[in-house]
């Protein structure tokens, strides 16, 4: 964990954010800033919503009010050209990696840079795929396809494939899940990792107590639709509050 933060500019600002769907009231009130340079973590218990305030950030779903910004941009109010230039600078690290089973890790890598960055050359994807590879520690497996990885490796490419268009925020929906503790410790290093070579903020959405740890600056735990409780991870993991307490108790910590 690094103190590196700057609390002066956040770089997500979300305020009192509201989501229904019909009766079913997911979010009720949710506020969060995200600070440049910092790894905030995202606690809750399934159902949460914590997948849709993700979706909100990136402007996939619509909150019923509030208001979310996002490098300087009022999210609701982009629309086509100018919400594709914002999710440009988000990588979102889905929990299935995305990866295209018929292609090979460096046309997988490739793949984002061609379709989003005019006038590359040949020699400027060969080096960026390379690069960006080499990041994640798997410079071997590029001539390999999805199933012939492992389910940490594949994660890595996923974290890789997101990279590759270098972006400013980092969402990581639950990295470790389904994965053993060794390599969810070797994920949390790359999480960690990211942050310091390519000076990503980020929001980790987890259930994983241990990644929680190693790799939030900050964590927020989000109950009955509001954030209930933020501060490191010793300050949330002190909390007297009940609803708080729960959640650890249901959670082992390595
Ligand atoms: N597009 C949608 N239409 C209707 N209901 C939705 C929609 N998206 C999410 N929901 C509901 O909102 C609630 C919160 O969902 P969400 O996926 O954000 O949970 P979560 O906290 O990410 O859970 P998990 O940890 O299990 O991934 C759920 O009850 C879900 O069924």
Request: charged letters at 25%; a negative charge; one cysteine or more.
């Amino acid at each position: 964990m690094q103190e590196n933060t700057n609390q002066e500019d956040p770089i997500i600002s979300i305020r009192d954010v509201y989501k229904s769907f019909g009766d079913l009231h997911v979010l009720n009130g949710v506020d969060l800033d995200v600070y440049r340079g910092e790894n905030v973590v995202v606690l809750g218990r399934s159902g949460t919503g914590k997948s849709v305030l993700i979706k909100i950030i990136v402007g996939l779903l619509q909150q019923d009010k509030g208001s979310v910004n996002v490098l300087g941009n009022e999210v609701s109010d982009l629309q086509g050209k100018e919400l594709n230039e914002l999710r440009r600078k988000i990588g979102f690290s889905f929990q299935n990696s995305a990866l295209y089973d018929s292609m090979t890790v460096r046309e997988n890598l490739e793949f984002p840079l061609v379709r989003n960055v005019a006038n590359l050359s040949k020699a400027e994807v060969k080096d960026q795929v390379e690069s960006v590879l080499e990041s994640v520690g798997l410079s071997q497996t590029i001539n390999q396809v999805p199933s012939q990885l492992s389910g940490g490796q594949r994660k890595r490419i996923g974290i890789a494939r997101t990279l590759i268009l270098q972006p400013e925020i980092m969402l990581y929906d639950e990295p470790t899940a389904g994965l053993d503790p060794i390599t969810c410790i070797e994920i949390n290093e790359l999480i960690n990792e990211v942050k310091e070579k390519y000076h990503t903020s980020a929001i980790i959405i987890t259930h994983d107590l241990t990644c929680a740890r190693q790799t939030g600056d900050r964590l927020a735990m989000l109950l009955d639709g509001k954030f209930a409780m933020t501060g490191t991870f010793e300050e949330v993991f002190a909390s007297d509050e009940e609803r708080v307490k729960s959640f650890y108790d249901y959670n082992f910590i390595q």
